[in-house]
Structures are given as structure tokens and as C-alpha cells.
């Protein structure tokens, strides 16, 4: 998923949806550090 905290909540609950899944895991290929974890921490925020 690619976007907002919004867009990343909307894709978890249509990928959800479709698999019914208990679990995600996530991978986030952003070499750099502080990047990547910006992308975990909107990743986090959605699914709050």
C-alpha cells in the first residue's frame, strides 16, 4: 500500500476482506533507516 494513513486503513480493511487473515506482516524495502521506520510507525497508525 502507498499513501496516506487513510489509504493504508482502507487497503488493510479490503486486503482483511478479502482473506480474512488474523495477521499482517509487513515488509518495507526503504533502505534508510529513518524512512523506514516512518513508513512502519503510518503503517501502525492506521490499524489503531
Known amino acids: 500500500m502507498i499513501g496516506s494513513p487513510d489509504s493504508a486503513r482502507a487497503g488493510f480493511a479490503a486486503l482483511h476482506g478479502a482473506t480474512q487473515a488474523d495477521e499482517f506482516i509487513l515488509v518495507?524495502?526503504?533502505?534508510?533507516?529513518?524512512?523506514?521506520l516512518r513508513s512502519l510507525d503510518i503503517a501502525a497508525g492506521a490499524v489503531k
Open 28 to 36: 518495507c524495502d526503504i533502505f534508510d533507516p529513518v524512512l523506514r
